[in-house]
């Protein structure tokens, strides 16, 4: 396993050993210890998740302020643009972004620790997300900040005004988000 490190250290691009033949491709999308070798953390996760979603579709930003969720994202199929966000307020990186595209195709995948927010926007006509975390949904810590936060500037690539779910369209602003320590 590859390890690219973005412009917030704490955020992972890894890329798989991918065998590929006429017949397809095969690779090991989760290895306990490939994963702890390569990036040094060990964690364990206790969730799987997969969404599919339609072109122009915006999910998040969501996080959890307690329960916080480090998550393993890989996008199955389709193309999306990938955000987290730091929250955590003694960070060197506090309060900036780093996006990636992942694509079902390039089989990358990003980590995105506890004390991040997370959403992505669907590229593609149709996308397949399946994402592992590393604490359980606990819809009572669950918090979101909009997507559009002047204070974040995210530069997402859209092309028309996206789909959000009414929970993103009415999501707090940055600046009052409860944040880790």
Not at 2 to 23: F, G, N, S, W, Y
Request: no cysteine.
């Amino acid at each position: 396993m590859k390890v690219l490190r973005t412009e917030i250290p704490d955020v992972m691009v890894l890329e798989p050993q991918v065998h590929q033949d006429a017949r397809g491709f095969f690779l090991e999308s989760y290895n306990r210890r490939s994963f702890r070798d390569a990036t040094g953390i060990d964690t364990e996760f206790v969730q799987d998740n997969l969404v599919f979603s339609v072109r122009n579709v915006l999910r998040g930003l969501h996080y959890q302020i307690r329960q916080a969720q480090g998550k393993l994202v890989y996008a199955a199929a389709g193309e999306i643009f990938d955000v987290a966000v730091d929250l955590r307020a003694n960070s060197p990186t506090f309060a900036r972004w780093v996006g990636v595209t992942l694509t079902g195709g390039g089989h990358r995948m990003i980590w995105i620790p506890p004390g991040f927010a997370h959403g992505y926007l669907a590229l593609s006509e149709h996308t397949i997300v399946f994402y592992k975390t590393t604490d359980y949904y606990a819809p009572e810590h669950e918090r979101a900040i909009r997507w559009n936060d002047p204070d974040l500037a995210i530069r997402w690539p859209l092309e028309t005004p996206p789909i959000v779910s009414d929970k993103d369209r009415d999501a707090g602003m940055f600046r009052s988000a409860e944040l880790f320590d």
